[in-house]
């Protein structure tokens, strides 16, 4: 569980100093003393480990980081650390006292991560103002790729409903049988609501149009082969179990929501490879002294 606290912190630990810190580093003139790293390795050890040597090394990029984002104008306020600090709890499943408690334990100071979590909100502004504008999808080379992954079950336009049997834990078996029930007395969209009265607990929605490429791979192949009219099988999730039934079905080959997802991932990935460079050009241009 506690590793999961490094999927959400990427940001820098400056820590306030007592009068008797050594200074292991300066960057641009700012100093690293040797508290903030081992401050930063007890952080470290609670993700997994890395290490004085990789505690340093992070805690210079961040304090580069932190320094762009002040030459930036960006401020952050403590209400967006505290909301961060927050969501790292939730994370990990646990309450905010909780994390605190936790971190107290590893021998963590608190402003430790809570300055962290500041640098990396600010590094995530500069990212988005600076990095973002050197990524560059192409929409050809997008249309493409998105048309090699349509195949005939993703070609197709639904408009759908939802029958869902809200379950509690420990009863899903005994309402998958009470889905299958309803799911041989179905007779089509028009008569779903009636039917669902006859059981506990079931509710049935309305879900619209959804193209084939909006909905996992495998519900999509399974709507495929049912004609206006059908209901897939029943599907155990968080809320209950649920089924789809088809009230309209049309062929469409629409590559709008592959592109979108195509566009998304590969933005990402290129966002994080000029999100490396950037900071690898802060490192060249920075003053680091080692003592």
Known sequence: MLRLIAATLIGLTLSVMPAFAATKVTVNGVPISDIEIAQRTKLLALEGGGGSKKAMEQLIDEQLQIQE????????????????????????????????????????????????????????????MVVASRVKVSDLDLEKAAEAKLDQASSYDYILKEVLFISSTGNASARTGQANQYRQAFKGCDSAVQVSLNFTDAAVRDMGRRHATQLPEPLAAELAKLNVGGITKPRVTESGVSMLAICAKNEARDTTFLKNKLRSEQGGEQMKAEAEKFKTELRTKAKIVYN
């Open 69 to 128: 984002a002040k030459r930036m104008n960006i401020v952050i306020s403590d209400q967006q650390v505290d909301d961060a600090f927050q969501q790292v709890a939730r994370n990990i499943k646990v309450s905010s006292d909780k994390l605190r408690q936790i971190l107290q334990q590893a021998g963590v100071n608190n402003e430790t991560m809570r300055a962290r979590l500041r640098a990396a909100i600010a590094w995530q502004q500069v990212s988005g």
